[in-house]
């Protein structure tokens, strides 16, 4: 069993910046972050595995997301710049553990005017 707390979401204007960070209850494989928006299925926004430190990203947040871990705390890192209306949801995190999927609770994140 693995818990995930996230942190760090809220309410930001267009351009605004957030990190987000989600810590995990014992070392995990891969750890990624997800969004939900009103209406829309879940998508992939970012992913980092652990040892090589590869990462992924959704073509919509190329260029102003950042993925980044600490393996010594079991955290991964969201830096979320430059942000647009369209970046507004739920994000999760979720880390991978044995073939299996753990899931946070979710932090909302608003950009709004």
């Known amino acids: 069993q693995v818990q995930l707390v996230e942190s760090g979401g809220g309410l930001v204007q267009p351009g605004g910046s957030l990190r987000l960070s989600c810590t995990a209850s014992k070392f995990t494989y891969a750890m990624s972050w997800y969004r939900q928006a009103p209406g829309k299925e879940r998508e992939s926004v970012a992913s980092?595995?652990?040892?090589?430190?590869?990462?992924n990203y959704a073509n919509s947040v190329k260029g102003r997301f950042t993925i980044s871990r600490d393996n010594t705390k079991n955290t991964v890192y969201l830096q979320m710049n430059s942000l647009k209306p369209e970046d507004t949801g739920v994000y999760y995190c979720k880390a991978v553990l044995d073939a299996r999927n753990y899931w946070g609770q979710g932090t909302q994140v608003t950009v709004s005017s």
């Open positions: 980092i595995t652990s040892v090589s430190g590869s990462t």
